[in-house]
C-alpha cells in the first residue's frame, strides 16, 4: 500500500498513545480516518484536531472487546466512506505486573484477554470480510508488543495476549496469502513506548485498593524492572506506517530487539535440535523413519 492518500483508516485506540500516532501518521499521509476507542469525549477530541488541520475524520466510541461494538465501527465506516483500506488494531490494557501467576483473579486475565486478543479477533472479523468483498488492495495492522515474542516473570496475562496476537496475526497473514487475497498483514512489536499506558493501570489497581502481591501497577514498588529503550508513539507510528507501505509482516521499532528475539528462540532451537538424540530421530528426511525401522522391536 505505497500511497495513503484519500485511503480509508480505521485506528482502534486511538484517543491516546500509540494509536493516536498512528492517526497522525496516517492523516499525514493524506489518509482518511475512522478513529475509535472506548474513551468517547477524548476520541471526539482527537478527531475534532485533525478535522480541523484538514483530515476526513469521524471518531466512533467503541469497546473492542464487545463484538457488537465493533460491527456498529465497521457500519459506521462503510457508511461515511463506503470501504476501509486499513485496519488497525491497536487497542490495549496491560494488566498487573505482579505475580505469581496462580493467584491473578480470573476476572483479570479475562479483561486482558477480551480486549487485547479478543478485541484484534472482532476487528479482523468484522472488517476482513468486507476488504475481501471490496476486492482492492487493503492491509491489517495488528498491535502485539515485543512481549508476543518474548517471556519472563513480568505481566503473564499481557505477555500472554501479545503471544495470541502474534500467532493470529501470523495465521491471517497465512489464510489470506493461500487465497492470493490483495489483502496484507503487519504486526507491530515495539518494546517500550512512552504513553498513558502503565499510569492507566496503576490508577485502575489504586481504585481497587488491593494488597495483594498479584496487584502491583507498573512503576509501583521495589520491583527491579528494565524496561530498556523507550521510544515516543511517534517514533513507533512511524515505523509501523513505513512498514504497510512496504508491506512487511514482522515490525520490530526498538534497539536491542534482536538480542530479545534471540534470547527466546536459541533456546527453542536447542532443544529443537537435541530432539534427533533423543528420540532417534536422526536426520529430517528420516523423519516419519525411526531410527530402529525395519528391524522388528519385538524380535
Ligand atoms: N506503551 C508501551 O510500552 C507499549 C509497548 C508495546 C505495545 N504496546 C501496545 O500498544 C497498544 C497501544 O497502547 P499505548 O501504549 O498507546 O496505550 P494508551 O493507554 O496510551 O492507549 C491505548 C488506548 O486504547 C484504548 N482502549 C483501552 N481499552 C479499550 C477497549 N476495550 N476498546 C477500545 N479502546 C480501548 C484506551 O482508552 C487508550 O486510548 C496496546 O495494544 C499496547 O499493548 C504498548
Redesign the pocket.
Known sequence: MKDLQGKVVVV??????????LAEAFAAGGARLVL????GP??EVVGRELADSGTDVIAVR?????RE?VLCLRDAALDRFGAVDVLCN?????GPVGDPLWELPVAEWRRVM???LW?VLHGIQAFVPAMLAAGHPGHVLN?????GVTSGTLIPE?TV??HA?VALSESLRAQLAARQAPVGVSV???????????A?EERRLAAFGRQEPWALAPGSGSQDRN?GT?LT?AQ?ARAAVAAVRDGRFYVFTHPGSTDRVRARTGPLLEAADQAADQTGYETADRISRPASAGRSSRG
Open positions: 482502534t485506540g486511538a484517543a491516546d498513545g500509540i494509536g493516536r500516532a475509535a476507542d472506548v474513551d477524548r476520541v467503541t469497546d473492542v472487546s464487545d461494538q491497536n487497542a490495549g490494557v496491560m477480551e480486549v487485547n478485541g498491535t502485539a508488543s515485543m512481549q499481557y495476549s501479545k496476537v507491530l512489536c515495539p518494546g517500550a513506548v512512552s504513553t498513558g499506558l502503565p492507566k524496561w523507550t508513539p513507533v
